[in-house]
């Protein structure tokens, strides 16, 4: 099966500071990334398409400028969460389509708990 | 609106017997459906994924039923095991892409020896 990692697993950061979560496909090349927020007892819901070497795509009520996103290789998409604040604490999660047809499963990291203090 | 509905009550099981858990979504015309196991803390991992023409699908002790006149998916887990526990997702795709989903919110399965 195909591996992603994510890094950091925890973070805690302070008010106003931004954190960057790190989302690598380590045996495959993933044009397209997606990243996720899930809130305790809740769904994943999804955040972003980050798209390799193009613009993120953000879905519906989801600040851009907040949620800085950067897909720079076939490997790595970053997610910078800017001046955080205690209600951007989540657990944030990322999956990687592999490149090229015939995949039939999302290949999800193992999540970063983020808690802002 | 697309919505996905999952058994928010946690399911208690005993060891040895078979656990049934429900998705129901309204609003989709999913061309195939998918089941994820995620344990606390950890992110989502792949199970089973059940196209719109099948309407059963199996592996190993897991079975997937896909009934799209009732728009329901039923998931079993057959002779569950403790190390079953988890809470159990199904996500149907928001576009063509395989990774871009939706999910329930989730249905926790506990079993006891």
């Known amino acids: 099966g195909a591996v992603v990692s994510q890094h950091p697993s925890r973070v805690i950061c302070k008010s106003g500071t931004s954190v960057k979560i790190e989302c690598r496909s380590l045996?495959?090349?993933?044009?397209?990334m997606f990243w996720y927020r899930q809130f305790p007892k809740q769904s994943l819901m999804l955040m972003a398409t980050?798209?390799?070497?193009?613009?993120?795509?953000?879905e519906q009520g989801v600040e851009k400028d907040k949620f800085l996103i950067n897909h720079a290789s076939l490997t790595l998409s970053t997610l910078t969460v800017t001046s955080a604040h205690p209600e951007d604490s989540s657990f944030y999660i990322c999956?990687?389509?592999?490149?090229?047809?015939?995949?039939?499963?999302?290949?999800f990291g193992q999540g970063t708990r983020l808690t802002v203090v | 609106s697309q919505k996905i509905e999952q058994n928010s009550e946690a399911l208690n099981i005993q060891e040895g017997k078979t656990a049934t858990l429900t998705c129901n979504y309204t609003?989709?015309?999913?061309?195939?459906l998918q089941w994820y196991r995620q344990d606390p803390g950890r992110g989502p991992v792949f199970l089973l994924l059940?196209?719109?023409?099948?309407k059963e699908k199996r592996k190993e002790r897991l079975k997937v039923t896909f009934d799209t006149t009732l728009k329901q998916s039923l998931f079993h887990i057959t002779a569950s095991q403790p190390a079953d526990s988890a809470t159990y997702l199904c996500?149907?795709?928001?576009?063509?892409?395989?990774?871009?989903?939706?999910f329930g919110a989730g249905t926790q399965v506990v079993v006891t020896p």
């Open positions: 999956s990687a389509d592999k490149a090229g047809a015939g995949s039939t499963e999302a290949f």
């Open positions: 045996d495959f090349q993933a044009t397209t």
């Open positions: 980050s798209n390799e070497g193009s613009k993120a795509t953000y």
């Open positions: 609003n989709y015309s999913p061309a195939y």
């Open positions: 059940i196209r719109e023409n099948e």
């Open positions: 996500a149907l795709a928001l576009s063509d892409s395989w990774g871009k989903l939706q």
